[in-house]
Every structure is written in C-alpha cells, then in structure tokens.
C-alpha cells in the first residue's frame, strides 16, 4: 500500500532555516505530482508548493514565493522544501501529498488534485 512519510520539521528562530522531506512507497515515484501543504491552527489548510513528476512544473504560494524551494530525488523517492527566512507565520503542520495527475498546473496547489497524504510534520517558528 501507499506511505508517505514526512519529517524534518521542529523549532526554529525568526529568519532561521529549516528543510523537510517526504518519502513515498508503494507507488511509482517519478509517476506522481507532490506537493506541500500546511494548515495552522483555526485556518484552513493551504497549498504552499507543488512540483510535476519530472520537476519541470513548479508553483508557489505567494506567502512563500522567494523564500521556499520544493524538490524532488526520484532515484531516492524523496520530496523536499527548503524553507528560508521563516517567519512566525508559516508556523503549520506541514502535510505531503502526490496525485497521479493534475488537471492543470493551475489547480496542483488544490487539495482536491491529491489522493495520497502523510500525518505531517510540525513547524513552529518563534518570534
């Protein structure tokens, strides 16, 4: 059956750095779209970055664009976001997600796009 497994989250100062990861079994890696997605505390959930099975299409959310990099190692069937510049609010469980397609580039930050799902790792970033 599917796993995804994401870790690499935990505390970190105002301007720090941190780097998560998603590892994804039981399905053709290089065959799904991932994403990453966070959802803070009495907030609906948001898409902050996605990335096509071949790491040509990438997106952004706003909030993140400039300070994240989502990334991809097929061969290690492993997903990444390098987070820069955090600031106290992208404080979030952070989920990942892959879908075997998109209907658009325009939709593969929507959780709709997406059938499988970690548990998610915690970040909290301190003022």
């Known amino acids: 059956q599917v796993q995804v497994v994401e870790s690499g989250g935990g505390l970190v100062q105002t301007g720090g750095s941190l780097r998560l990861s998603c590892t994804a079994s039981g399905l053709i890696f290089d065959d799904y779209a991932m994403a990453w997605f966070r959802q803070a505390p009495g907030k609906e959930r948001e898409g902050v970055s996605c990335?096509?099975?071949?790491?040509?299409?990438?997106d952004y959310a706003d909030s993140v664009k400039g300070r994240f990099t989502i990334s991809r190692d097929n061969a290690k069937n492993t997903l990444y976001l390098q987070m820069n510049s955090l600031k106290p609010e992208d404080t979030a469980m952070y989920y990942c997600?892959?879908?075997?397609?998109?209907?658009?580039?325009?939709?593969?930050?929507?959780?709709?796009?997406?059938?499988?799902w970690g548990q998610g790792t915690q970040v909290t970033v301190s003022s």
């Open positions: 990335i096509s099975g071949s790491s040509t299409s990438t």
């Open positions: 997600a892959a879908a075997r397609n998109w209907r658009s580039r325009h939709y593969c930050r929507s959780s709709n796009e997406y059938t499988y």
